[in-house]
């Protein structure tokens, strides 16, 4: 049966691998965009996760076109990688502010329906990073950390709901947020990832898929890695 799909961060890159994967098995699937037009034939609605109002007229909208939201894909996220010496303030809390607060304002605004429906899915886009660390990517890495406390505690809370709420911790992905770095830096990847590539957008995508399918219906609070073998034990 179709169900009603919101991805934060849908117009690009992973979000948009996501919608067009769940969209392909039927569901009806609604992006979240700051700029630009929505993807072709998927519905988008202007959001910036940094706002609590923006996001709330978002769920508005997508509640309107398509019903309440069951799958709720939190996965907009920003780098502004540095080494901690030279980090100010506003890359760190910027970071954390759209990554993990953005996670937090998406969740909790999604969680009112699917509590009314006893029935959800919430599904937050980690990294390998959040596990690993990542000399100059502090900020980013403790966001992504921090996504995994914030996701096992709901999983603890809304479990009695019929709730779950997993993690998707991807190592590099073939993005404009890995097409930033030079070709030295994606040799040396490269060389220390057991799979010895970076994955494509959809690689993470089927996973969210079976996260947010029946098949998944007995699995929350779980970090589950498509890396490659990059963190391997953590
Ligand atoms: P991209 O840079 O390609 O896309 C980022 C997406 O997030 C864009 O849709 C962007 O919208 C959106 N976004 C950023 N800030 C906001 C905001 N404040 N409000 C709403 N939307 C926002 O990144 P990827 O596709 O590579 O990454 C997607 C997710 O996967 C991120 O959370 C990232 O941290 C994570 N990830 C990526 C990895 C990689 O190797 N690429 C590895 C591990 C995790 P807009 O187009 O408007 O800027």
């Given at each position: 049966?179709?169900?009603?799909v919101?991805?934060t961060?849908?117009?690009?890159?992973?979000?948009?691998?996501?919608?067009?994967?769940?969209a392909?098995?039927g569901?009806?699937?609604?992006?979240?965009?700051?700029?630009?037009?929505?993807?072709e034939?998927?519905?988008g609605?202007?959001?910036?996760?940094?706002?609590?109002?923006?996001?709330?007229?978002?769920?508005?909208?997508?509640?309107?076109?398509?019903g309440?939201?069951e799958?709720?894909?939190?996965?907009?996220?920003?780098?502004k990688?540095?080494?901690?010496?030279?980090?100010?303030?506003?890359?760190?809390?910027?970071?954390?502010?759209?990554?993990?607060?953005?996670?937090?304002?998406?969740?909790?605004?999604?969680?009112k329906?699917?509590?009314r429906?006893r029935?959800?899915?919430i599904?937050l886009v980690?990294?390998?990073?959040?596990?690993?660390?990542?000399?100059?990517?502090?900020?980013?890495?403790?966001?992504?950390?921090?996504?995994?406390?914030?996701?096992?505690?709901?999983?603890?809370?809304?479990g009695?709901?019929?709730?779950?709420?997993?993690?998707?911790a991807?190592?590099?992905?073939?993005t404009?947020?890995?097409?930033?770095?030079?070709?030295?830096?994606?040799?040396?990847?490269k060389?220390v990832?057991?799979?010895?590539?970076?994955?494509e957008?959809?690689?993470?995508?089927k996973?969210?898929?079976?996260?947010?399918?029946?098949?998944?219906a007995?699995?929350?609070?779980?970090?589950i890695?498509?890396d490659?073998?990059?963190?391997?034990?953590h």
């Open positions: 049966m179709s169900r009603s919101l991805v961060g849908g117009n690009r890159g992973i979000g948009l691998a996501i919608a067009r994967e769940l392909a098995g569901d009806a699937v609604a992006v979240t965009h700051r700029s630009g037009e929505p993807p034939g998927l519905f609605v202007k959001c910036d996760v940094t706002s609590m109002e923006d996001v709330d007229a978002a769920f508005a909208k997508v509640e309107a076109e398509q309440p939201v799958v709720v894909v939190a996965n907009a996220g920003i780098t990688d540095t080494l901690l010496a030279i980090m100010s303030e506003e890359s760190f809390t910027s970071v954390l502010d759209t990554n993990l607060t953005g996670a937090f304002r998406v969740a909790k605004r999604g969680v329906g699917m509590m429906k029935k959800g899915r599904i980690s990294s390998v990073v959040g596990l690993l660390g990542s000399a100059g990517q502090a900020n980013y890495a403790a966001s992504k950390a921090g996504m995994v406390g914030f996701a096992r505690s709901l999983a603890r809370e809304l009695s709901r019929n709730i779950t709420v997993n993690v998707v991807p190592g590099f992905v073939d404009d947020m890995t097409a930033a770095l030079s070709e030295d830096q994606q040799k040396t990847i060389s990832i057991p799979l010895g590539r970076v994955a957008p959809v690689e993470i995508a996973t969210v898929r079976f996260l947010a399918s029946d098949d998944a007995y699995i929350t609070g779980a970090v890695p498509v490659g073998g990059l963190g391997m034990g």
